[in-house]
Nanobody
Framework: VQLVESGGGLVQPGGSLRLSCAASGFTFRSYAMSWYRQAPGKECELVAGISRAGVNLNYADSVKGRFTISRDNAKNTVYLQMNSLKPEDTAVYFC????????WGQGTQVTVSS
């Protein structure tokens, strides 16, 4: 199993970023996928999750209305569109799949600062 995140960077408050997670080594369409984040000194938190077919979505209260999770099963990729970014969104963002054992990507840094 391999998960490779990309798309992070430095953005000003109010800006947008789109994160991608390319998956390989398993049947992508058979598993729900999630995005987590970890800010310095804070616990890792679930940001958003998406079901296998992309029908069921769930979000942390802190990102509802600003972030959108989606997936392309033909491309084995899950996305996180982040709009109206705030400084408190600064964190390392991780892609995750739970197969009974959780697999994680290496993470991508998102920094929201003026």
């Amino acid at each position: 199993v391999q998960l490779v995140e990309s798309g992070g960077g430095l953005v000003q408050p109010g800006g947008s970023l789109r994160l991608s997670c390319a998956a390989s080594g398993f049947t992508f369409r058979s598993y729900a996928m999630s995005w987590y984040r970890q800010a310095p000194g804070k616990e890792c938190e679930l940001v958003a999750g998406i079901s296998r077919a992309g029908v069921n979505l769930n979000y942390a209260d802190s990102v509802k209305g600003r972030f959108t999770i989606s997936r392309d099963n033909a491309k084995n990729t899950v996305y996180l569109q982040m709009n109206s970014l705030k400084p408190e969104d600064t964190a390392v963002y991780f892609c995750n799949v739970n197969m009974g054992v959780r697999y994680w990507g290496q993470g991508t840094q998102v920094t929201v600062s003026s």
